[in-house]
């Protein structure tokens, strides 16, 4: 219960009415119509009540006589009658108002009042309250006008049955109760958009403690006279209240409008904002929103909950569609909303009551104040106290002001900010390009491609800051992209465990990455990098991709969670090179253009560095080979020339004897020496003329100048093997069945036998066999090893070409698995770690697989094991008969038909 003490300060106060001054005007109202008691109930804004602020009575009661005062004015009551000893004199606080100014000049107003104390039950306890219509006090009010009423009736009519009853020390007779009515000139100024104004100030009470003379009509008159005074000194007062708090508030708005063109910080403008407003009025809640005119978005940005600031506000903005309220209100009607507890409750403004301020909807008062700008709303000042009626018209006025003011100030801070966003933005642009320049180095530096290509997926990654770089590299055919190089940003997210593996740096490691295969041609991929400079791939595509790519492929589109993934073509002038694809896992990422501009200026750049590495790559390839093919050669050299000093010292040695010895020879002697240097300069000639066939081969576009001719397979081998078995030891086994013919040179077919019947000799023990057969079947047929498939001459000839596979078996040392791809090329011996030294010169198995390939062939080592013996193999196409053969054929099989 609200009580005001007398004789302490005035509280700041709504109901805190300078009561000295009024008391002064009741103890004159007592005077002139003899009254011996009175109270003073003043409306409370707060409670929409009446109050009882006063009850005073004349010192004794007024037992002894009818105490009587009088005014100036003469109205009535001439003499006033003073009858208690003791006398006070009021002293006039406030000379300034008219009515009190008369009152001054009125000569002997002293009386002495003692205040009735509040007991529970008594009449007009100071300090209750009342609603309309509630006892006289709220009947006069309701009622707004006069009445006077004997006690009984009185008693009846407010404390009768069922109401409270009174419990009373004296006597009263009569009452006359007066209301007092706001002052036109005040509702005048008030106008239409005050908060509701009471109509009546207050109720002013007058009982007398006598039976007779009654109040009487004529004073009913009299008494509006009185009232006018004291409501003309309670809105004097009011005036007076608004005027110094406006004072205070100008001199506040004056320090809050010096603080905000000087500071650009808006979290210390707003909290300014905030200590100011409470000081004009009760804020249970804050809420400051701001509309960003650039992005088009709503942000909260300064919210106070239950008189504390809000921490850590969300930094998301919204958007104005879902905001419609705040909209509508603040930029369609770009008004001040005030809300009653009236509108509160009807739901309308719900949307404005909720949000990071807290659940407003319980508020007894809602003020939104809109931040103009020219003719735009910039944002919003929203406050809610717990208080009805909490925002007065002259308050909010001074916040209008304060809204206005603090407008520009936040402005300010916000274009301050934009152009640090826009410095910020130019810093980070400064920073990407150094970011790029550095990463074009990375690339530009190396030669190592696949360095290289790690190093420009890196770069463009953190570049973008994407979390999943690949750079897929378009096959030599041009059917599909394979991953060359991966970089996974991050190791964080299940989405990355699919490329955990991409880290180390070993060759099982790469092959996995090149297991990452994506369909090109005829794919959407190649529609898409023939459309534009860049594309993205969504999750959609992905998974139609994934649908057509080989497993790696499928696995990397799917496990990767892409959402949005940027697909750049690298293209080095007019042809394609690969594709450079990025993303973050889970995001529906879209690059800012300048992040565009980046990785095309990169991937261009890259394009070339990759050719220049690939080229370097070819020509340290091409180095590497003509530095093995310089150390072949010596080696070469130094084996040739013992090869050719073998011979020749044979030659020499035996031709010397025959000269020492020619007169003493016999004949067989001179056969034997003459066959020995015989053999040997045959070996010589053979020797030099597979070196001449050799260097032959090389010499660039040359062409075998082949002269074929049906060949008979068995003829063929058995002049090789007769030619070779004077030299060897061991014995040749010939399963060749007759009537294989072959179209084919018969020079070259007898060289490549004796080749390989030579081999098979020089690397077998001297009592070892050696087998010569022969398997008929077709092209499709033959057991090639993968490399050696011939897949043009299966497409130009058909499988079902008929061939026959030369085979020539030995029992001897066999090669090496690690050396048997190697033993066809040039000067390529195996290393002779087996037997003791055998002579060669690592040619002949070269010269022979280029004779028959000249021939239409294939020559391949089809098996061999170490310490078991070898097996090469070549096939030739087969030939039907020439027609003489066939005849004579024909002849002797119908010779044979003869009957007997
Ligand atoms: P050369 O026999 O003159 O060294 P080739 O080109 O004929 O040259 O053979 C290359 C190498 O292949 C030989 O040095 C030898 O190591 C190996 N080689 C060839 N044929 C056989 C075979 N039948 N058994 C074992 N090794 C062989």
């Known amino acids: 219960m609200p009580t005001a003490i007398w004789g302490e300060p005035e509280p700041e106060r709504n109901e805190a009415y300078p009561l000295a001054t009024l008391k002064q005007l009741v103890h004159q109202m007592m005077g002139h119509f003899a009254a011996q008691g009175a109270c003073l109930a003043l409306y409370d804004t707060l409670l929409g009540q009446m109050v009882i602020r006063l009850h005073v009575r004349l010192r004794n009661g007024g037992a002894g006589g009818q105490p009587s005062l009088s005014l100036s004015t003469g109205q009535s009551g001439a003499e006033s009658v003073h009858r208690v000893g003791r006398r006070t004199t009021i002293n006039l606080q406030d000379p300034s108002s008219s009515a009190v100014g008369r009152l001054k000049r009125t000569p002997g107003l002293q009386e002495e009042l003692e205040d009735v104390p509040p007991l529970p039950g008594s009449l007009f306890p100071v300090g209750s309250r009342y609603a309309p219509g509630q006892d006289l006090i709220g009947y006069t009010w309701r009622e707004n006008r006069s009445c006077i009423m004997e006690h009984e009736s009185y008693v009846y009519a407010f404390h009768g049955q069922h109401k409270t009853p009174l419990n009373l020390d004296i006597r009263p007779y009569w009452y006359f109760a007066a209301p007092i009515q706001e002052p036109p000139l005040a509702q005048e100024e008030s106008g239409q958009r005050a908060a509701p104004q009471p109509q009546v100030l207050g ?69 300014q904002v905030y200590q100011f407003t409470r000081r004009i009025v009760d804020v249970s809640a804050m809420l400051v929103t701001l509309y960003d005119r650039d992005t088009r978005m709503i942000y909260d940005v300064y919210a106070v909950c239950d008189g504390r600031p809000v921490e850590g506000l969300p930094t998301e903005s919204v958007e104005p569609r879902t905001r419609r309220q705040w909209w509508r209100v603040t930029q369609e009607e770009k008004r001040t909303l005030l809300l009653s507890p009236a509108h509160l409750r009807q739901h309308e403004y719900d949307e404005l009551l909720q949000g990071v301020w807290g659940d407003q909807r319980q508020a007894e008062s809602f003020l939104l104040l809109p931040m103009k700008m020219f003719n735009r709303v910039i944002g919003s000042v929203s406050l809610a106290s717990q208080r009805p009626n909490a925002y007065r018209h002259e308050d909010i006025q001074v916040l209008e002001t304060m809204v206005q003011i603090i407008t520009v100030g936040i402005e300010n801070a916000r274009l301050y900010e934009r152009s640090r966003r826009l410095l910020r933005k130019a810093r980070q642009r400064e920073e990407s390009l150094a970011a790029m ?270 002269h074929p001719s049906p060949v008979e397979l068995r003829t063929a081998v058995q002049m090789a093997v007769s030619i070779l078995s004077i030299n060897i030891e061991q014995e040749i086994q010939v399963n060749v069945p007759e009537d294989i013919w072959l179209y084919c040179d018969p020079q070259l077919l007898r060289q490549v036998l004796t080749n390989l019947l030579d081999n098979a000799a020089k690397y077998s023990p001297p009592d070892s066999q050696i087998e010569i057969r022969v398997r008929e079947m077709t092209l499709g047929e033959v057991p090639l090893p993968e490399e050696q498939v011939d897949h043009e001459a299966l497409i130009e000839k058909g499988a079902d070409l008929p061939v026959a596979v030369v085979s020539v078996c030995d029992q001897g040392e066999g090669i090496l698995p690690e050396e048997q791809h190697k033993i066809f090329e040039k000067f390529v011996r195996a290393s002779r770690t087996l037997t003791t030294p055998v002579r060669g010169s690592g040619l002949g198995l070269y010269i022979c697989r280029r004779f028959i390939e000249a021939m239409g062939g294939k020559l391949w080592l089809e098996r061999s094991v170490p310490g078991e013996g070898s097996i090469f193999s070549f096939y030739l196409p087969r030939t039907s008969p020439p027609p003489e053969v066939r005849e004579q054929e024909e002849e002797s099989a119908s010779d044979h038909d003869e009957p007997a």
């Open 203 to 271: 109720v002013v009470v007058l009982y007398k403690l006598v039976p007779s003379p009654g109040f009487d009509l004529k004073q009913r008159q009299e008494v509006h006279t009185f009232t006018e005074r004291m409501a003309l000194y309670l809105e004097n007062h009011r005036l007076r209240q608004i005027q110094r708090r406006t004072s205070e508030h100008l001199q506040s708005l004056q320090q809050l409008s010096a603080i905000f063109p000087s500071t650009v910080n808006l979290a210390y403008l707003l909290e």
């Open 437 to 706: 320049n550095s990463a074009l180095q990375s690339i530009s530096l190396v030669l190592n491609v696949r360095e290289m290509l790690d190093n420009f997926v890196r770069a463009v990654a953190n570049l973008v800051e994407a979390e999943i770089g690949v750079f897929f590299q378009l096959s030599p055919d041009g059917q599909e992209l394979i991953a060359q190089a991966i970089y996974a940003r991050s190791n964080k997210g299940a989405s990355n465990e699919a490329l955990s593996f991409m880290h180390a740096d070993s060759e099982k490691e790469r092959e996995l990455i090149e297991m990452i295969r994506l369909p090109f041609k005829g794919s959407l991929l190649e529609r898409m990098a023939s459309e534009g400079a860049f594309f993205y791939l969504d999750g959609t595509l992905a998974e139609e991709l994934a649908q057509m790519a080989s497993e790696g492929g499928a696995i990397f589109l799917r496990e990767t969670q892409i959402q949005r993934m940027i697909m750049i073509p690298v293209q080095y002038q007019t042809e394609l090179m690969g594709l450079l694809s990025l993303h973050t896992p889970h995001q529906d990422r879209v690059f800012q253009p300048e992040e565009i501009g980046m990785l095309l200026a990169l991937c261009s750049q890259a394009a070339s560095a990759i050719r220049n590495a690939q080229l370097f790559e070819q020509i340290q390839e091409a180095n590497a080979e003509l530095q093995r093919m310089n150390t072949l050669k010596d080696e070469f050299i130094v084996t040739a020339s013992h090869e050719l000093r073998t011979p020749l010292s044979a030659i020499s040695g035996y031709a010397s004897l025959l000269k020492r010895q020619s007169a003493r020879a016999t004949p067989q002697q001179i056969l034997r020496f003459a066959s020995k240097i015989a053999a040997s300069a045959q070996q010589l000639s053979a020797l030099v003329a597979n070196m001449t066939e050799a260097a032959n081969m090389d010499a660039l576009g040359r062409k075998l100048e082949l």
